[in-house]
């Protein structure tokens, strides 16, 4: 009897190629800190930050780039929906590289903030077609290690911007110095653009197309394995996602709109917005983003917040991974529970820090200061960069994942623009304050992250269904030893996707369906 599909090398080898996309998105998200750590960018745009204007134009950076992203999520599954996953994915390469010749070669601050504005729209598609198309072709048992490898290069992107502004601080030439941050940029998405001529396209897409030969060979491809010369286990998986599309196919589930009038879809839809909004209102970005000008506060200046910045990164980084080794283990909820906890009480300790010695030379106090910010990364990083990313990409169908997980992740550029935008003004009026935003809303939602979402470890995308209250068409892991031995014995006989289809249908007739349909 087959034991459920594996990812073999091949697999592995196409996830982490993908993740140029989780690196661009990396990058570009979290490059905008190390610019704002350059003070060759302000003098080139005459940008007083101290004044009220230039903390506007400051916050606008950021402003525009959220707001390009909430865009972006929104009009993801145009693209990816119609064109599939791997042209979508070139589409954006080519979008990507277009937004870093416009902030690279930027002459006015306008030029500029239009480049951010194509940048957040570019690197949102990116972002939510990286773990969609992920999920897509992973094996249930390894889901969390695979989609967990886009929040971990991300986070190397994160590091790799730190690494980038604290080299060229010491570039002689100013003009070089923030141009070169953003013309770097460019150089992932034409990486990717290559690499993604030798990717294969989604299967799950390519089945709901009705390509099914296409998809049972890329299913087959992605996890042949030695022990399972039969293909049973991706045959297995086959049969599940046939059965499961054509049971939602009669649903008419066109739009947004329609997702959010069936009860059950509106369940995954305000999870997966949930989840960003509560991992954005731990102020991750605006920890990150303005994070040289918080040690500008504790009296830290010059290449130091620079270098701290970019370890900062660093240590995410390696937070990230460990994040994607443990998620498998313990599910989704949780980790990111007790993520949410670690960061609101790293966040109650830097408050305090900032608020008694922003300001003053007590070197203890602003060192603790340093060190709390590292507590919050250590907790954001291990808990929850990861986990948001792969839940949202795990809990919608097929047909409607793309926009499933647009929506989602539109909750992350939706909170990201409010809190970043408003960061600069309220840090000059009311400083250290403004953190108790990242302590009240996040403590105050815990209760219903733990209460109302459901786990997803170990599940099947089909299978997940049934945890939202939707009918699974064909649950293998809930058929008896026999029955899934017999189904095993006509799948390894067949000999194409007709065939195996058949062998679906016929269990799929005499195995009950599951999960409680609420309408």
Known sequence: ?????????????????????????????????????????????????????????????????????????????????????????????????????????????????????????????????????????????????????????????????????YGTFYESNPAIQWRLCLALQMVSPILLFVGSFWMPESPRWLIERGRDAEGLRILEDLHANP?????????????????????????????????????????????????????????????????????????????????????????????NYVNTLILDRFGRIRILAIGVIGCAISIVLEAAMVAKYAGTNNKIGNGFGVFFIYLYVTFYGGCMDVSTYVYCSEIFPTRVRAQGVGFSISGLFLTALVYTQSAPIAFNNIGWKYYLVFIFIPLACVFILIRYLPETKGLTLEEIAGKFGDKVALDINDMSEADRAELDKRLAAATDANEINKSGVTHFEETPVTGEQKV
């Not at 140029?20 to 998200?29: I, K, P, Q, R, V």
């Not at 306008?110 to 598609?125: D, E, K, P, T």
């Not at 290690?145 to 290069?153: K, P, Q, W, Y």
């Not at 599940?240 to 196919?249: D, F, G, H, N, V």
Request: include cysteine; hydrophobic fraction near 45%; charged fraction near 10%.
């Open 1 to 165: 009897m087959a034991i459920g599909a594996k990812a073999n090398r091949y697999n592995f080898l196409i996830a982490y190629l993908v993740t140029l996309g989780s690196f661009t998105y990396g990058y570009d998200a979290a490059l905008i800190g190390s610019v704002l750590g350059l003070p060759s960018f302000f003098q080139y745009f005459n940008i007083d930050i101290s004044s009220s204007s230039g903390a506007s134009i400051t916050g606008a950076t950021n402003g525009v780039f959220q707001g390009g992203g909430a865009i972006g999520c929104w009009t993801i599954a145009y693209l990816a929906d119609n064109l599939g996953r791997k042209k979508s994915i070139q589409i954006i390469c080519v979008v990507c590289v277009i937004a870093g010749i416009l902030q690279a070669g930027a002459v006015h601050i306008a030029m500029f903030l239009v480049g951010r504005v194509i940048n957040g729209i570019s690197v949102a598609w990116i972002n939510c077609i990286v773990p969609t198309y992920q999920a897509e072709i992973s094996p249930a048992s390894q889901r969390g290690l695979l989609v967990g490898t886009h929040g971990f290069i991300i986070c190397i992107g994160y590091a790799l911007a730190g690494w980038t502004g």
């Open 227 to 319: 022990d399972d010369p039969g293909h049973v286990s991706a045959r297995e998986e086959f049969i599940q996602i046939q059965a499961q599309i054509e049971l939602e196919r009669h649903e008419n589930l066109g739009n947004i709109f329609s997702l959010l009038r069936k009860p059950t879809y509106r369940k995954r839809l305000l999870s997966g917005f949930f989840v960003l909004f509560i991992a954005q209102s731990t102020g991750v970005l605006v920890v990150n983003n303005y994070q040289v000008l918080l040690y500008n506060s504790l009296g830290l200046y010059g290449a130091l917040p620079l270098l701290l910045y970019a370890c900062f990164d660093t240590w995410a980084s390696v937070m």
